[in-house]
């Protein structure tokens, strides 16, 4: 019986570009991996994890990121987050929304993967 996600990842098609998109705009740290092939990310003071991926197999043509989104819970206010996003110039996925869990704020990152950042209530 499956209990838990132990790990994500994501193939993106420009790997350098994804970590940059990371690293510079999002705020994810490297977790110091070496892989050419691949860069693991920490998230939230090292509790979340996940990596994005040179393509496993062939991308051309492909669409990426339909239907994907993962979700990060943060500690800052959810309106910080949004300002600081905003002006790194991250494509944003509509304004700040409340759900049931609490406010999620979405941004898309270049191979149109969605990350949920989610401040609980």
């Known amino acids: 019986?499956?209990?838990?996600l132990e790990f994500a990842s994501l193939q993106v098609r420009d790997l350098e570009a994804s970590?940059?998109?990371y690293t510079s705009k999002l705020g994810?740290?490297?977790?110091?991996?070496?892989?050419?092939?691949?860069?693991?990310?920490?998230y939230n003071k090292g509790e979340a994890s996940f990596a994005i991926r040179t393509p496993i197999g062939n991308l051309e043509g492909k669409e990426l990121g339909i239907g994907t989104s993962l979700w990060f819970a943060i500690d800052e206010e959810i309106e910080?987050?949004?300002t600081r996003l905003l002006a790194r110039n991250v494509t944003l996925l509509g304004p700040v929304q409340?759900?049931?869990f609490g406010k999620i704020l979405i941004a898309r990152d270049p191979d149109g993967y969605n990350i949920t950042f989610l401040k609980t209530l």
Not at 30 to 36: E, L, V, Y
């Open 28 to 42: 994810f740290e490297q977790a110091g991996i070496p892989n050419p092939q691949a860069c693991v990310f920490r």
């Open 1 to 4: 019986m499956m209990r838990k």
């Open 80 to 82: 910080d987050l949004r």
């Open 19 to 21: 970590k940059e998109f």
């Open 98 to 100: 409340e759900t049931p």
